[in-house]
């Protein structure tokens, strides 16, 4: 790790992080948060983005993914939602970041796994929310596409295994919000934003390589 990386991204985030939770404060679905937890969050995310060995043309997108995970995350958790004010952006943002990584990075190979990725989620979590609306909210489904656009950006091998840690952490968070016993606005029903968020951000954390499934210790064709 690099310690001034480290230390940059640390800084870096907390100011982010601090934009953040003014952010939610203002929106109107959004939420208040004590300080300094977004603040905190953030920076440690960023931190360790910044001090990850990825190249530098994909940090960008890795402390894009780390914001808006902290952000929608906090909100979801508490309310239960996942406001458009934060879903929507997400789109041109990671649009955006994800067209000069392709340039600097892989090229071509890079845009159009981004492209079929954001269309493969949006296609499924519509699927599955048409199939079974308490399964999955709107909000899960305006969130898919541009979280899709990142795991698909990274490697063809980082869709399936971004669907399936999410389940994991939805399912983990399902259990916790059971023991707690704590009313929640939205009722008992689980948020699967958090894993979405949280999956995207731990595959984002690999370099765009074609190298996710080899990680994995799935042997290769």
Same mark, same amino acid.
């Given at each position: ?11 870096? !985030? ?23 937890? %977004?603040? %905190? ?8 983005? %910044?001090?990850? #060995? ?84 709107? !909000? ?19 869709? #399936? ?29 689980? #948020? ?30």
């Amino acid at each position: 790790m690099s310690f001034l990386g480290a230390l940059f991204g640390l800084l870096a !985030g907390f100011a982010a992080g601090a934009g953040a939770r003014l952010l939610l404060a203002r929106l109107d679905r959004g939420a208040r948060v004590r300080f300094p937890l %977004c603040e %905190c969050a953030v920076g440690v995310l960023w931190a360790l983005a %910044c001090a990850a #060995p990825a190249p530098v043309w994909w940090l960008p997108v890795q402390l894009a993914v780390a914001w808006f995970a902290v952000a929608l995350t906090v909100v979801d958790l508490r309310h239960r939602r996942l406001p458009d004010a934060l879903t929507l952006p997400a789109y041109p943002v990671v649009g955006l970041l994800l067209l000069p990584a392709a340039f600097a990075g892989p090229g071509p190979p890079l845009a159009v796994r981004a492209l079929c990725g954001a269309a493969a989620f949006l296609v499924v979590h519509a699927v599955v929310r048409a199939v079974s609306p308490a399964s999955l909210g709107a !909000g899960d489904v305006k969130l898919s596409g541009s979280l899709g656009a990142v795991a698909g950006a990274v490697d063809w091998g980082a869709l #399936p295994v971004v669907v399936v840690l999410a389940a994991v952490i939805t399912a983990i968070v399902g259990v916790l919000s059971a023991r707690s016993r704590r009313p929640r606005e939205g009722g008992d029903s689980v #948020p699967h934003g958090p894993g979405l968020l949280l999956a995207t951000l731990v595959l984002a954390l690999v370099p765009p390589s074609g190298q996710v499934l080899a990680l994995a210790g799935v042997p290769q064709g």
